[in-house]
């Protein structure tokens, strides 16, 4: 063998020398970023915030009623105890008025007209996120849990309040476009201060002996679950029956349109998400220039 072939020869056999010792080591395992790592989760964990940026924001279409409208009254209910289920519901960080910006520049329509005849709105409730409805609907289920009874469905069994319609998974308010509301007579008072000792009445009592509110009598309270909160439920007459009607003629005029099952919910024809249902928490949203 001459030299060249045995220096060929060592060459190779280094070759696959090394070869065989670089296979032999562990490979490094690929990178992970937090993006795509795996996260723990559990059915009951409440959603958490999205990073430093804290919780998700609402779309840009989204705006705070006040923004649009600084004149309408706002007492939402879910931020307090003072409600059906009688604790704070999730998913309002706030107490304010959320709405896709054509739905609130409707509102602020109805206003104008409303302020000319001595009246103005008040909001109970506008955008709902879906985490909202969810806590609804656990709380319907817990049969157990009857506290409010008394005040807010006196005449329907709780096991009935998904057949009957009054709790449902899905609400419209979710869309951002459906609002809750009301009418107040102008000068308007200072709304009375929730009393959680107070003794439950009926939502259908007389107005002087119901839930105390600075709003004009409907009939019935907010979130009444009973027949009375029929929009056109004839035994509502008189006083009662004309403020049903010019809140239902002036925001219709305005282009929403009534749930014939309750006085004070009204939604935008025109609804800008008719099948979508959000979950960003209710919080007041950074204003944007109008557009």
């Excluded at 959603?47 to 309408?72: C, H, Q, R």
């Excluded at 817990?142 to 506290?147: I, Y």
């Amino acid at each position: 063998m001459s030299v060249l072939s045995r220096t060929a020869r060592a060459a190779a056999l280094s070759a696959a020398l090394v070869a065989a010792v670089s296979a032999a080591a562990p490979q490094p395992a690929p990178a992970t970023t937090p993006a795509t790592a795996p996260k723990p989760s559990g059915p009951s964990e409440p959603p958490k915030p999205s990073g430093p940026s804290g919780p998700p924001k609402p779309p840009k279409e989204f705006v705070a009623l006040g923004d649009v409208d600084p004149t309408i009254r706002q007492e939402i209910r879910y931020h307090t105890p003072n409600n059906f289920v009688g604790e704070p519901i999730n998913g309002y960080l706030q107490p304010t008025c959320v709405l896709t910006r054509p739905a609130a520049r409707a509102l602020h329509r109805a206003q104008r007209t409303l302020l000319r005849q001595g009246y103005t709105l008040k909001v109970y409730d506008c955008y709902r996120p879906q985490r909202a409805v969810d806590h609804f609907v656990t709380w319907a289920k817990d049969l157990d849990d009857q506290a409010m009874k008394g005040e807010f469905y006196p005449r329907v069994d709780k096991n009935r309040l998904f057949e009957d319609g009054y709790i449902a998974e899905r609400s419209g308010h979710s869309r951002g476009s459906t609002v809750d509301l009301t009418l107040v007579k102008l000068p308007a008072r200072p709304a009375p201060p929730h009393d959680p000792d107070r003794p439950l009445t009926p939502c259908y009592a007389p107005q002087a002996d119901r839930a105390p509110d600075d709003s004009v009598d409907m009939g019935t309270g907010y979130d009444c679950f009973d027949t009375l909160s029929h929009t056109l439920d004839p035994r509502i007459q008189g006083e009662q029956k004309a403020n049903r009607l010019l809140l239902k003629s002036t925001l219709e005029s305005a282009g929403f349109k009534n749930l014939p099952e309750e006085w004070w919910h009204y939604t935008l024809r025109d609804e800008p998400f008719p099948a979508t249902y959000f979950d960003f928490p209710v919080s007041k949203p950074n204003p944007r220039p109008r557009g």
